[in-house]
Protein backbone atom coordinates (compact mmCIF):
# COMPACT_ATOMS: atom_id res chain seq x y z
CA UNK A 1 0.00 0.00 0.00
CA UNK A 2 1.35 3.62 -1.41
CA UNK A 3 0.57 6.72 0.78
CA UNK A 4 1.29 9.94 -0.28
CA UNK A 5 2.47 13.36 1.14
CA UNK A 6 2.95 16.79 -0.49
CA UNK A 7 3.88 20.00 0.84
CA UNK A 8 5.01 23.86 -0.59
CA UNK A 9 8.35 24.72 -0.41
CA UNK A 10 9.52 27.98 -0.62
CA UNK A 11 12.76 28.85 -2.46
CA UNK A 12 14.70 31.76 -3.45
CA UNK A 13 17.42 31.91 -6.49
CA UNK A 14 19.30 34.32 -8.16
CA UNK A 15 18.09 36.42 -10.25
CA UNK A 16 21.84 36.56 -12.49
CA UNK A 17 25.30 35.91 -12.04
CA UNK A 18 26.79 37.95 -10.17
CA UNK A 19 29.55 37.86 -7.22
CA UNK A 20 27.10 40.41 -5.09
CA UNK A 21 23.55 38.89 -4.63
CA UNK A 22 21.44 42.06 -5.04
CA UNK A 23 18.34 40.28 -6.05
CA UNK A 24 16.55 37.20 -5.64
CA UNK A 25 13.51 35.31 -6.95
CA UNK A 26 10.90 33.98 -4.68
CA UNK A 27 9.38 30.89 -5.62
CA UNK A 28 6.70 28.41 -4.36
CA UNK A 29 6.91 24.50 -5.47
CA UNK A 30 5.27 21.38 -4.15
CA UNK A 31 7.60 18.59 -2.71
CA UNK A 32 6.06 15.35 -3.28
CA UNK A 33 6.61 11.71 -1.16
CA UNK A 34 4.95 8.69 -1.74
CA UNK A 35 6.04 5.86 0.92
CA UNK A 36 5.52 2.08 0.42
CA UNK A 37 4.45 0.97 3.61
CA UNK A 38 5.51 -2.58 3.22
CA UNK A 39 9.18 -1.90 2.06
CA UNK A 40 9.66 1.82 3.88
CA UNK A 41 11.29 3.10 0.61
CA UNK A 42 9.93 6.55 -0.42
CA UNK A 43 9.77 8.10 -3.68
CA UNK A 44 10.06 12.09 -4.26
CA UNK A 45 9.07 14.27 -6.80
CA UNK A 46 8.25 17.64 -7.56
CA UNK A 47 5.07 19.09 -8.70
CA UNK A 48 6.84 22.40 -10.33
CA UNK A 49 4.35 25.21 -11.43
CA UNK A 50 4.55 27.56 -14.53
CA UNK A 51 2.61 30.15 -13.86
CA UNK A 52 0.72 31.51 -16.05
CA UNK A 53 0.28 28.24 -17.56
CA UNK A 54 -0.77 25.84 -14.91
CA UNK A 55 -2.05 26.14 -11.45
CA UNK A 56 -0.27 27.89 -8.88
CA UNK A 57 1.63 25.96 -5.86
CA UNK A 58 -1.41 26.43 -3.04
CA UNK A 59 -3.55 25.27 -6.09
CA UNK A 60 -1.86 22.55 -7.12
CA UNK A 61 -1.54 21.07 -2.71
CA UNK A 62 -5.12 21.32 -2.49
CA UNK A 63 -5.98 19.00 -5.65
CA UNK A 64 -3.08 16.77 -4.26
CA UNK A 65 -5.00 17.09 -0.81
CA UNK A 66 -8.04 16.27 -2.29
CA UNK A 67 -7.13 13.33 -3.85
CA UNK A 68 -4.52 12.43 -2.21
CA UNK A 69 -6.26 9.71 -0.16
CA UNK A 70 -8.13 8.16 -3.17
CA UNK A 71 -5.13 8.22 -4.63
CA UNK A 72 -3.19 5.99 -2.00
CA UNK A 73 -5.90 3.82 -0.79
CA UNK A 74 -5.64 0.45 -1.08
CA UNK A 75 -3.03 1.52 -4.46
CA UNK A 76 0.10 -0.20 -5.73
CA UNK A 77 2.50 2.02 -8.26
CA UNK A 78 0.62 1.02 -11.57
CA UNK A 79 -3.06 1.87 -9.88
CA UNK A 80 -1.28 4.96 -8.44
CA UNK A 81 -0.17 6.03 -11.82
CA UNK A 82 -3.76 5.09 -13.33
CA UNK A 83 -4.93 7.70 -11.07
CA UNK A 84 -3.01 10.39 -11.64
CA UNK A 85 -5.23 10.63 -15.05
CA UNK A 86 -7.61 12.68 -13.70
CA UNK A 87 -5.33 15.17 -12.18
CA UNK A 88 -4.11 18.68 -14.01
CA UNK A 89 -0.46 18.13 -15.47
CA UNK A 90 1.44 20.49 -12.96
CA UNK A 91 -0.17 17.86 -10.24
CA UNK A 92 -0.10 14.76 -11.78
CA UNK A 93 4.32 15.96 -12.54
CA UNK A 94 4.87 15.29 -9.14
CA UNK A 95 3.45 12.60 -8.61
CA UNK A 96 4.82 10.25 -11.17
CA UNK A 97 7.98 11.30 -10.65
CA UNK A 98 7.42 9.90 -7.19
CA UNK A 99 6.19 6.54 -8.34
CA UNK A 100 9.15 6.55 -10.81
CA UNK A 101 11.58 7.06 -7.91
CA UNK A 102 10.02 4.55 -5.83
CA UNK A 103 9.88 1.71 -8.64
CA UNK A 104 13.58 2.98 -9.69
CA UNK A 105 14.43 2.23 -5.61
CA UNK A 106 12.75 -1.02 -5.76
CA UNK A 107 14.78 -1.94 -8.94
CA UNK A 108 17.90 -0.96 -6.90
CA UNK A 109 18.22 0.91 -11.16
CA UNK A 110 19.10 4.70 -11.37
CA UNK A 111 15.73 6.09 -13.25
CA UNK A 112 18.08 6.96 -16.40
CA UNK A 113 18.32 2.72 -17.13
CA UNK A 114 14.94 3.11 -17.84
CA UNK A 115 15.65 4.71 -21.41
CA UNK A 116 19.10 4.80 -21.89
CA UNK A 117 22.39 2.63 -21.85
CA UNK A 118 24.45 5.76 -20.63
CA UNK A 119 24.45 8.53 -18.37
CA UNK A 120 25.73 10.86 -20.41
CA UNK A 121 24.06 14.00 -20.63
CA UNK A 122 24.11 17.45 -23.14
CA UNK A 123 25.29 20.15 -20.97
CA UNK A 124 22.65 22.70 -19.74
CA UNK A 125 21.97 26.42 -21.61
CA UNK A 126 22.14 29.06 -18.97
CA UNK A 127 20.19 32.22 -19.17
CA UNK A 128 22.37 35.57 -18.89
CA UNK A 129 19.87 38.62 -17.98
CA UNK A 130 21.54 41.85 -16.98
CA UNK A 131 20.40 44.47 -19.77
CA UNK A 132 23.42 47.12 -18.93
CA UNK A 133 26.36 46.11 -20.31
CA UNK A 134 28.53 46.85 -17.43
CA UNK A 135 26.56 44.23 -15.58
CA UNK A 136 26.27 42.14 -18.09
CA UNK A 137 30.36 41.79 -18.38
CA UNK A 138 30.12 41.12 -14.71
CA UNK A 139 27.53 38.13 -14.97
CA UNK A 140 29.66 37.01 -17.89
CA UNK A 141 32.85 36.93 -15.80
CA UNK A 142 31.35 34.84 -12.85
CA UNK A 143 29.79 32.25 -15.51
CA UNK A 144 33.82 31.80 -17.26
CA UNK A 145 34.62 29.45 -14.27
CA UNK A 146 31.58 26.78 -15.13
CA UNK A 147 32.75 27.00 -18.93
CA UNK A 148 29.23 27.08 -20.41
CA UNK A 149 28.87 25.80 -24.18
CA UNK A 150 25.33 27.53 -24.39
CA UNK A 151 23.71 30.79 -23.32
CA UNK A 152 20.95 32.16 -23.69
CA UNK A 153 19.74 35.82 -23.79
CA UNK A 154 15.99 37.20 -22.90
CA UNK A 155 15.41 39.81 -25.88
CA UNK A 156 12.51 42.25 -25.38
CA UNK A 157 10.95 44.12 -28.39
CA UNK A 158 10.88 47.30 -26.03
CA UNK A 159 14.54 47.33 -26.54
CA UNK A 160 15.90 49.09 -29.13
CA UNK A 161 17.86 46.41 -31.69
CA UNK A 162 21.05 48.95 -31.86
CA UNK A 163 21.10 47.74 -27.72
CA UNK A 164 20.20 44.32 -28.22
CA UNK A 165 23.00 44.17 -30.47
CA UNK A 166 25.32 45.30 -28.13
CA UNK A 167 24.33 42.62 -25.20
CA UNK A 168 24.49 39.66 -28.26
CA UNK A 169 28.69 41.12 -29.46
CA UNK A 170 29.46 41.07 -25.98
CA UNK A 171 28.12 37.79 -25.60
CA UNK A 172 29.72 36.57 -28.35
CA UNK A 173 33.36 38.20 -27.32
CA UNK A 174 33.32 36.70 -24.24
CA UNK A 175 32.68 33.47 -25.09
CA UNK A 176 33.28 33.01 -29.18
CA UNK A 177 32.44 29.32 -29.11
CA UNK A 178 29.17 28.95 -27.54
CA UNK A 179 26.11 28.64 -28.94
CA UNK A 180 23.55 31.13 -28.64
CA UNK A 181 20.06 31.42 -28.03
CA UNK A 182 17.72 34.11 -28.28
CA UNK A 183 14.96 33.58 -26.37
CA UNK A 184 11.92 36.22 -27.11
CA UNK A 185 9.54 35.26 -24.50
CA UNK A 186 6.23 35.21 -27.18
CA UNK A 187 6.74 38.70 -27.53
CA UNK A 188 7.72 40.09 -31.06
CA UNK A 189 5.93 40.77 -34.09
CA UNK A 190 6.58 39.51 -37.22
CA UNK A 191 7.68 42.33 -38.37
CA UNK A 192 10.03 43.36 -35.74
CA UNK A 193 12.01 39.41 -35.64
CA UNK A 194 12.90 40.25 -39.08
CA UNK A 195 14.15 43.44 -38.46
CA UNK A 196 16.39 41.99 -35.44
CA UNK A 197 17.29 38.56 -37.78
CA UNK A 198 20.57 40.33 -39.60
CA UNK A 199 22.65 41.21 -36.39
CA UNK A 200 21.12 37.89 -34.55
CA UNK A 201 22.68 35.80 -37.20
CA UNK A 202 25.81 38.22 -37.34
CA UNK A 203 26.54 38.24 -33.47
CA UNK A 204 26.07 34.17 -33.86
CA UNK A 205 22.49 33.31 -32.22
CA UNK A 206 21.56 30.09 -33.79
CA UNK A 207 18.43 29.16 -31.98
CA UNK A 208 15.50 31.35 -31.09
CA UNK A 209 12.71 30.51 -28.71
CA UNK A 210 9.04 31.50 -29.11
CA UNK A 211 9.71 34.90 -31.20
CA UNK A 212 6.01 35.67 -32.12
CA UNK A 213 3.25 36.74 -30.03
CA UNK A 214 0.95 34.21 -29.23
CA UNK A 215 -1.75 35.01 -31.39
CA UNK A 216 0.95 34.74 -34.33
CA UNK A 217 -0.18 32.36 -37.44
CA UNK A 218 1.44 29.53 -37.26
CA UNK A 219 2.08 30.68 -41.45
CA UNK A 220 4.23 33.25 -40.07
CA UNK A 221 6.48 30.44 -38.66
CA UNK A 222 6.50 28.89 -41.84
CA UNK A 223 7.38 31.91 -43.50
CA UNK A 224 10.59 32.22 -40.57
CA UNK A 225 11.61 28.91 -41.21
CA UNK A 226 12.06 29.13 -44.99
CA UNK A 227 13.80 32.47 -44.38
CA UNK A 228 16.22 32.58 -41.76
CA UNK A 229 18.84 30.47 -40.81
CA UNK A 230 17.41 29.96 -37.34
CA UNK A 231 16.23 26.76 -35.27
CA UNK A 232 12.95 27.82 -33.95
CA UNK A 233 11.97 26.50 -30.69
CA UNK A 234 8.65 25.95 -29.48
CA UNK A 235 7.57 26.11 -26.21
CA UNK A 236 4.26 27.96 -25.06
CA UNK A 237 2.69 26.74 -28.75
CA UNK A 238 2.70 23.61 -27.20
CA UNK A 239 -0.39 23.94 -25.32
CA UNK A 240 -1.87 25.48 -28.13
CA UNK A 241 -0.78 23.09 -31.53
CA UNK A 242 -0.50 19.54 -32.05
CA UNK A 243 3.19 18.01 -32.30
CA UNK A 244 1.63 17.40 -36.42
CA UNK A 245 0.82 21.17 -36.95
CA UNK A 246 4.20 22.32 -34.87
CA UNK A 247 6.48 19.96 -37.24
CA UNK A 248 5.29 21.85 -39.82
CA UNK A 249 7.07 24.97 -38.96
CA UNK A 250 9.49 24.33 -36.07
CA UNK A 251 12.39 22.56 -35.62
CA UNK A 252 12.35 21.73 -31.82
CA UNK A 253 10.43 21.94 -28.45
CA UNK A 254 10.99 22.78 -25.14
CA UNK A 255 9.35 19.90 -22.91
CA UNK A 256 8.63 21.18 -19.48
CA UNK A 257 7.79 18.70 -16.39
CA UNK A 258 4.73 21.25 -15.07
CA UNK A 259 3.01 21.64 -18.65
CA UNK A 260 3.14 17.73 -19.98
CA UNK A 261 2.09 15.51 -17.04
CA UNK A 262 5.72 14.65 -15.65
CA UNK A 263 8.90 12.98 -16.86
CA UNK A 264 6.44 9.73 -18.55
CA UNK A 265 4.48 12.32 -20.34
CA UNK A 266 7.68 13.98 -21.40
CA UNK A 267 8.80 10.60 -22.72
CA UNK A 268 5.83 9.75 -24.39
CA UNK A 269 6.07 13.63 -26.24
CA UNK A 270 9.71 13.05 -27.02
CA UNK A 271 8.91 10.03 -28.51
CA UNK A 272 6.12 11.51 -30.91
CA UNK A 273 8.36 14.72 -31.75
CA UNK A 274 11.42 12.61 -32.79
CA UNK A 275 9.06 10.58 -34.96
CA UNK A 276 8.11 14.05 -36.45
CA UNK A 277 11.63 14.88 -37.01
CA UNK A 278 11.62 17.87 -34.13
CA UNK A 279 14.89 17.96 -31.86
CA UNK A 280 14.43 18.11 -27.92
CA UNK A 281 14.96 20.29 -25.36
CA UNK A 282 14.35 19.60 -21.52
CA UNK A 283 13.52 22.68 -19.76
CA UNK A 284 12.99 23.73 -16.12
CA UNK A 285 11.90 26.49 -14.55
CA UNK A 286 11.50 27.21 -10.56
CA UNK A 287 12.50 23.92 -9.76
CA UNK A 288 14.32 22.59 -6.60
CA UNK A 289 16.43 19.76 -7.11
CA UNK A 290 14.14 17.54 -6.89
CA UNK A 291 12.38 18.91 -10.50
CA UNK A 292 15.70 19.16 -11.78
CA UNK A 293 17.05 15.62 -11.20
CA UNK A 294 14.19 14.01 -12.12
CA UNK A 295 14.50 16.00 -15.40
CA UNK A 296 18.24 15.32 -16.07
CA UNK A 297 17.66 11.53 -15.89
CA UNK A 298 15.51 12.35 -19.00
CA UNK A 299 18.61 14.14 -20.27
CA UNK A 300 20.72 11.61 -22.12
CA UNK A 301 17.96 11.39 -24.63
CA UNK A 302 17.99 14.92 -25.36
CA UNK A 303 19.59 17.38 -27.96
CA UNK A 304 19.52 20.26 -25.53
CA UNK A 305 18.70 20.17 -21.91
CA UNK A 306 17.63 23.98 -20.56
CA UNK A 307 17.67 23.28 -16.66
CA UNK A 308 20.46 25.98 -15.45
CA UNK A 309 18.47 27.39 -13.23
CA UNK A 310 19.29 24.63 -10.96
CA UNK A 311 22.70 26.41 -10.60
CA UNK A 312 21.29 29.44 -8.89
CA UNK A 313 19.41 28.51 -5.96
CA UNK A 314 20.50 30.39 -3.08
CA UNK A 315 18.67 27.62 -0.14
CA UNK A 316 17.69 24.68 -1.83
CA UNK A 317 17.66 21.78 0.97
CA UNK A 318 18.34 18.88 -1.27
CA UNK A 319 21.10 17.31 -2.75
CA UNK A 320 20.34 15.38 -6.53
CA UNK A 321 22.06 15.74 -9.68
CA UNK A 322 25.51 16.30 -10.21
CA UNK A 323 27.65 19.16 -12.26
CA UNK A 324 30.45 19.27 -14.37
CA UNK A 325 30.54 22.90 -15.10
CA UNK A 326 26.60 23.07 -17.00
CA UNK A 327 26.73 19.59 -17.48
CA UNK A 328 24.79 17.15 -15.76
CA UNK A 329 25.98 13.91 -14.11
CA UNK A 330 23.99 11.31 -12.95
CA UNK A 331 24.55 8.85 -10.79
CA UNK A 332 24.40 5.70 -10.16
CA UNK A 333 22.02 5.52 -7.25
CA UNK A 334 18.33 3.59 -7.04
CA UNK A 335 16.22 5.82 -8.31
CA UNK A 336 16.36 9.47 -8.57
CA UNK A 337 19.39 9.56 -5.90
CA UNK A 338 17.44 12.70 -4.03
CA UNK A 339 18.75 13.37 -0.30
CA UNK A 340 18.82 15.86 2.24
CA UNK A 341 21.65 18.47 2.04
CA UNK A 342 19.62 20.83 4.98
CA UNK A 343 17.20 19.48 6.84
CA UNK A 344 16.39 22.53 9.01
CA UNK A 345 14.80 24.30 5.64
CA UNK A 346 12.25 21.20 5.37
CA UNK A 347 9.13 20.44 7.52
CA UNK A 348 9.73 17.82 10.09
CA UNK A 349 7.42 15.49 8.40
CA UNK A 350 8.95 15.51 5.22
CA UNK A 351 12.63 15.74 6.67
CA UNK A 352 11.74 12.52 8.78
CA UNK A 353 11.02 10.79 5.63
CA UNK A 354 13.93 11.63 3.81
CA UNK A 355 16.18 10.66 6.56
CA UNK A 356 14.32 7.51 6.64
CA UNK A 357 14.86 6.80 3.05
CA UNK A 358 18.35 6.72 3.82
CA UNK A 359 18.20 3.87 6.41
CA UNK A 360 16.29 1.51 3.64
Given at each position: MLQLYAEVLTLNRRSRFQPRQLEAVRFDTVVVAITDLETGQVGFGESAVNPPHTLNAREVLVELQLDGEPLAQDADVQLML?????????????????????????????????????????????????????????????????????????????????????????????????????????????????????????????????????????????????????????????????????????????????????????????????ARGLRICLGADHESTVGSTAIAHLGPMADHLDIGSALMLLDDPFNGVGWDGTRPVLGTEAGFGVSVAVPTRLSDHLGQMLENRSRV
Open positions: DRTRWLTPAARSGVVAALVDLTGQASRQPVWRRWSASPHCPPSAVTVRSTELAELDEELACLASLRPAELRIELSPAVSHAEHRRRLQLVSSRFPDCRLTAELNAAWSYEQFLAAAGYLDECGVSRVEEPLSLDAALSEYSALARNTPFSLVADERLLQHSLDELAQCFHEVNLKSACHGGILGIGSKMARAR
